[in-house]
């Protein structure tokens, strides 16, 4: 799985992907998500993921726990992820 954009991300449901709530990028995903004369569905997609259970599922308070459950999701998906740098 290669993921280069938003586009690929919010196409792909076997890795969890959340932010840290109620951040810019949180507010900026729940918007365009939920506004229902957006175009790109691209947003919609996002929002269900990241809304997943209430926010509660995959989002995190701060920066540095979404740091740490990065790390223990990329050992548990290590095996379908292919990173290029």
Known sequence: MIIRSLQDL?????????????????EHVRVKGMNPFEKNNMYSKLWQMINR????????????AGIQKLGTTLQAHS?????HI
């Open 10 to 26: 919010s196409r792909q449901t076997d890795i969890p992907y959340g932010t840290v709530l109620d951040s810019a990028v949180y």
């Open 53 to 64: 259970s209430n926010g509660s599922e995959n989002n995190v308070q701060e920066s540095q």
């Open 79 to 83: 095996e379908s992820i292919i990173m």
